[in-house]
């Protein structure tokens, strides 16, 4: 009995069953019972395929050949929600983002999406930064575009400015509202 080479799964799938071939036919009314099984492990690597129950009776003296089961990063597009923007002078706030799956019970997102430098009005990359979901995941990110917007600034002339006539025009004073 020889394990079939090239076995995987996705993390967080359920294992196939386990297939293999025979070196010979077993005679007529014998059967295979049972099933292979793989060494324990569900983190993505490589796991050996085990004989588990398979077996063809007392008849039969079977010599099994292991090969090797793999589980695959899950894949997960990250991306960045559109229309995030920031008012020129504020902090920056914790940028958004959705997911094109779940993770896996008991697995969570670490880090921030970050975005290229730059204070001034105008629009930058939001970039995946430090977000990470570990190594059981390959993470593709879509950026989007981040835009510092003007602030908005009202100018108020002072009241009561006055000057006698035929005098220089005095500084004219203002407040503001930032």
């Given amino acids: 009995i020889t394990a079939d080479a090239g076995q995987t799964k996705v993390y967080g799938d ?7 071939t025979t070196s010979a036919t ?45 589980v695959t ?33 008991g697995d969570s997102f670490t880090g921030v999406l970050s975005r290229t430098s730059g204070e001034s009005v105008g629009s930058y990359a939001i970039l995946q930064g430090t977000l990470s979901a570990g190594s059981n995941y390959d993470l593709t990110f879509v950026s989007k575009a981040f835009s510092i917007t003007q602030k908005a600034i009202t100018v108020t002339v002072d009241a009561g400015q006055t000057k006698v006539y035929g005098d220089a025009d005095p500084t004219f004073t203002y407040t503001t509202s930032a």
């Fill in 26 to 70: 077993l005679e007529s009314g014998d059967s295979f019972s049972g099933v292979l099984s793989r060494t324990s492990g569900e983190s993505v690597g490589s796991y050996a395929i085990l004989q588990g129950t398979l077996s063809a009776g007392s008849n039969y003296d079977l010599t099994f050949v292991s090969k090797d089961f793999a």
């Fill in 14 to 20: 359920a294992d196939p069953t386990f297939t293999y």
């Fill in 73 to 105: 990063q899950k894949q997960i597009t990250i991306t960045a929600d559109a229309s995030q923007t920031k008012v020129y002078g504020d902090a920056d706030p914790t940028f958004t983002y959705t997911t094109s799956a779940a993770l896996e019970s």
